[in-house]
């Protein structure tokens, strides 16, 4: 049964298809309008979150003007509603211009009710995860992992695992690609700790030059080489009573790595060019976007110093395999840089959040943030359009980096598991309705779930 906040308007001039149609959404709050007037009406009165609008209404049944107009005013009155529109069978171009107009999706006559009942679910979902979105985005965060929007399991389990190990002492490695977020995580681990009053330094390993980075992290003494006109603490004093971030360590030069090693089993510093031991008290958080296994076995990287940095691992997932996120962030993102540049937009097109979710994302969120403040510049209408976002008008695989696998067994996984996911996520993992609607009995909807490597619910 679904919460009875959930609101569905039916906006429908035939009496027969109006009480099946309200049979066929039991569970929701159900309101029924026969022509444009009543619709907007009842819109203004109960704010729907999703809306099914026939096309076709009186005083001219035969076209679309009245659905039209009514799709516009609607969108007006509630910018964030799920219209699904419903058109005759032969009616394509006017299902076509409403997606244009901002429609979430249409769907065309005869009705079947169970299709229909999937189409408005999916609906209300994503308008749910959009409204938690924007009730972030409103909210003063106080909590580190809150700043950190994902609801996919996968990066779920990276925030569970920040929270539990953030209170200790212990050496952390975040491992990730670029673009992921892997700051983040260390910044969460520094202000959720008992450290939280004290410095958090950060240090780029791979953005300073190998010659350079020593005298960085360690300090030199006055006179220790040329140009070293005064004593000057490292990275690592700075950080004292705090915590240091080793950003990109797997691309620490392997004579540094030893120092480093040192320091970390004695816990004290030599400046270049001193001879004192300064005892220092920091934690070590480092992130890497380097496999270090491999790296090691290429010897490229110490296997001891490895030990040492990942007491804990933290493993933060590519934006590819956190489905479940992607229109969640892209819609902060929107919201924040349409703030910041003081411009108002209704979201995206459906076309739009059909590219966002067929893009494979090699950038990761930094690439989407990326994208998404080249939309708000660019956009000229009150919705975003693929073009916006740099994407293509046409199938999604144009749109997919070049080093994307062309392999039809791949990309025909890629899509088994989508499908999968969302009628999972539509039936609230009840696997016998989620076989039922993918048209598959349940034991081939388990050997599906083992093939493609997928953990059950």
Known sequence: MKNNNECLLVVEDNPGIQKQLKWSFDGYEVHLADDRESALEL??????????????LPPDRENATQGILALEQILDELPECKVIVVTGNEDRENALTAIKLGAYDFYQKPIDPDILRLIVDRAFNLHAIEAENRKLGRQKLDSPISRILGSSQAMQTAL?????????????????????GKELIAR???????????????????????????SELFGYEKGAFTGAHKTTPGKIEHANGGTLFLDEIGDMPMSLQAKLLRFLQERVVERIGGRQSIPVDIRIVCATHRDLEKAIRDGDFREDLYFRISEIVINVPPLRDREEDIVL??????????????????????????????????GNVRELENKIKRAVILTEGNRVEPEDLGFSAGA????????????????????????????????ENNYSKAAEALEISRPSLYSLLKKLGMDEA
Not at 409 to 427: C, G
């Open 396 to 427: 999604g695989s144009g749109d997919m980096p070049m080093q994307s696998s062309l392999s039809l067994k791949a990309a025909r996984e890629a899509v088994e598991r989508k499908v999968i996911k969302q009628a999972l996520t539509v039936y």
């Open 43 to 56: 819109v203004r009165k109960h704010k729907p979150q999703v809306v099914t609008l026939d096309l076709g």
């Open 329 to 362: 962030l892209a819609q902060y993102f929107l919201d924040q840089f349409s703030a910041e540049m003081k411009k108002r937009f209704k979201g995206f097109s459906s076309a739009a959040k059909r590219k966002l979710d067929e893009y494979q994302w090699p």
């Open 188 to 214: 969460a681990l520094h202000e959720l700790s008992q450290r939280s009053d004290e410095p958090f330094v950060a240090i780029n390993c791979a953005a300073i030059p190998h010659e350079l980075l020593e």
């Open 160 to 180: 569970r695992m920040t929270e539990k190990v953030a209170a200790s002492d212990a050496t952390a490695l975040v491992q990730g690609e670029s673009g992921t």
